[in-house]
C-alpha cells in the first residue's frame, strides 16, 4: 500500500520558507496533492510547488487544498531533456500544456506497456491497465518499482532500479525524451516560467554549466534552481552568484518523492541543509506577472 510519507515534526525551523520542488501521487510521489499540501502546512512552509513529471493533473487538488489552508500553491512540471546527458528543466505557472509537452504522457504509456509485457512474460502478475487504475497517469519506473517491491523481488524503490529497472537492467525500457530546445520553448508557449533543475545533477565544469545556461537562455530560459537536497553551502552560493550574474530567477526546492525518496524531506532536505526563502517566489511570481 502506498502511503505518504508521515515526519510531520520541525524542530527549531523559522516560518518563511518555503520548497519549490515536490512530486505527488499525479507522478511518482506517495503523497497525493492535498495531502503534499496539508504536510506543507504542517511544516510550517509559506508555499510549495507542484512539479510533477511530465503532467499538471495534480495541480487541481493542490490548489484547493491550499485554498483551504491559506498555503500558496505554485502549479508546476518538471521535464526530463536531453543535451548530451539527461537535464531536467522545471516549469513554473504553466497553464494549459501544449501539445509537444501533452504528449511525454502518451509517450510513457507506450513504453510502460513494454515494461510491464517484459514482467509478465517472466511470470510476474503484472497488468499495465492495474496499474493505470490505481496509480493514474504518469506512469513510471517508480511505480514499477513499487510494484516489485510488492512482490518481495526488491527492498525499496532504489532497490528495485539497481536490480531491474535502471539502465541495463532486465526491465529497463527507454522512453522518448525531449530535447531541450522544444521543452523550454514549450514551457514558455504553456505560460509557464523554465528553470534548470538541479545544475549539479549534470557533473558539468564550470565552462560547460555556462554553456547549459546560455544554450536554454537562448530559447527562453528564466532561472535556475540554486538550493537543493543535498547541495552544501558553497555549491548553493556558487549557483546563486551564478543565476545573478546571468540575471536569473533563482529557485529551490527539496524534489519531495514521499516514500519514493525516503531520504529526502518536504522543505528541509536531507540533512536540514535546505531552507528556500520566500523572498525568491516573490521574484519568480513578478517574472511571472511580467510575462503576461
Ligand atoms: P522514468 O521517468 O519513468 O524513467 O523514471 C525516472 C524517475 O525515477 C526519476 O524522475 C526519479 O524520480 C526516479 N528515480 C530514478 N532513479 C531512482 C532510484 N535509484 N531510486 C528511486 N527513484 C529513482
Ligand atoms: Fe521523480
Ligand atoms: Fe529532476
Ligand atoms: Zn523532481
Redesign the pocket.
Known sequence: MMRCAQSWKRPGRAMGDIDL?VHTTASDGTCTPAEAVRKAAALGLRALAITD?DTVSGHQEAIAAGKALGMEVVPGI?V?TRYGTAV?I?GYYVEALVPVLQELVHDRDTRNEKIAALMAADGLPVRYEEMQARFGTAIGRPHFGRVLMELGLAESVSDAFRRYLGRDQRYFVPRRILDIDSSVEGIVQSGGIPVL??PF?YKKNDTELRELIEHCMAHGLRGMECRYSGYDAGQTAYLEALAEEYGLVKTGGS?FHGDNKPQISLGTGIAGELDVPYAWLERLRDKHERMK
Open positions: 520542488h513529471h518538471e526530463s531536467h522545471l533543475a538541479h545533477q524534489d
